[in-house]
């Protein structure tokens, strides 16, 4: 077991890892605590970066924290230490989501110590993919590290995928009818900022579709961003739906969770990955977008998954901004 540096050298770490987790147009809303007594980390909910209008009952920053808080137990894992993690551990005070105590180990997590790598290498990428279908055992795979977060990860079948690209070109046009659905895009959306630290900034906006079904959320809108390219994407693209049993602010973290080891997981294996939560912001498309015959009782989250361009990085703020050493 390696000597443990220093407390804000080994907090940065952490944290850096983190913070590199997707979350709802790279909001980023979480904060972080490190309580050098206790050798334990707070992960907090920061409410100055919700979405009122896409996200008005929090459910995608629990999501968007969950993940953070994988990156972090990864993180452990790289430094040689076990991560107790306990979720929502105080009632009195809602926006502590986690509380994770580190000891050292001689034997870290071999898993988690797998998907390290990944973390700097995962990127949302809004390219097209290729039709090249996924192998069943990696499908398998995936879908097995959901469960491990306490989570399924299901691939629809057709007809499934067929309705669920419904939902999404419905919700589309009931967009264009509510110009208030853009505030939040407008809020968090960079176009011509070269120091953006939060946010899609237009370079990772991906080409416009000319072509295809796939999922891909223009953060462009309206606007015409000059020299951006247009492209085919898939037809038939290869969706997956990440769910849990309940749908209170414990399995949305543990969703998140589940999540991210997918996502690293689908990174460690060569592929390329997005998130399309679109639909899943309007309540009754949400609740339309389970499959009826499977277990899963509520939808957190659809993944395009595929072989293809890996997505462009997207900034994150300074540790310094997120974390606080007490």
Known sequence: MPTRPDDRTYATALVTAATAAPSLHNAQPWRFRYLRAEHAVELRADLGRAMP?????????????????????????????????????????????????????????????????????????????????????????????????????????????????????????????????????????????????????????GPRRRAGRAPVRDFAGRRTVPGRPAADFESAPQLALLGTTHDRPEDWLRAGQALERVLLLATHHGLATSLTSHSLERHDLRELARDPGSAMGFVQMVLRLGYGPAGSETSRRPVSQVLEIV
Do not use: K, Y
Not at 60 to 88: I, K, P, Q, W, Y
Not at 101 to 127: E, K, N
């Open 53 to 205: 209008r896409t996200d008005p009952d929090h459910r995608a920053l629990h999501l968007g924290c969950g993940a953070a808080l994988f990156n972090l137990r990864v993180a452990a894992a790289h430094a040689e230490e076990r991560a107790d993690t306990s979720l929502l551990p105080d009632p009195a005070d809602p926006l502590l989501l986690a509380t994770v105590r580190l000891a050292g180990t001689d034997q870290p997590d071999r898993d988690l110590l797998l998907l390290f790598p990944a973390i700097a290498r995962r990127h949302t990428s809004r390219h097209p993919f290729q039709d090249e279908p996924i192998p069943a055992d990696i499908r398998d795979t995936l879908s097995d590290a959901a469960e491990r977060e306490g989570a399924r990860l299901l691939f629809p079948e057709p007809w499934h995928v067929e309705s669920l690209l419904n939902h999404v070109r419905d919700v589309e046009g009931r967009d264009t009818l509510d110009p208030e659905r853009f505030e939040d895009i407008r809020q968090w959306t960079r176009t011509g900022v070269e120091a953006a630290v939060d946010g899609i900034p237009e370079g990772a906006f």
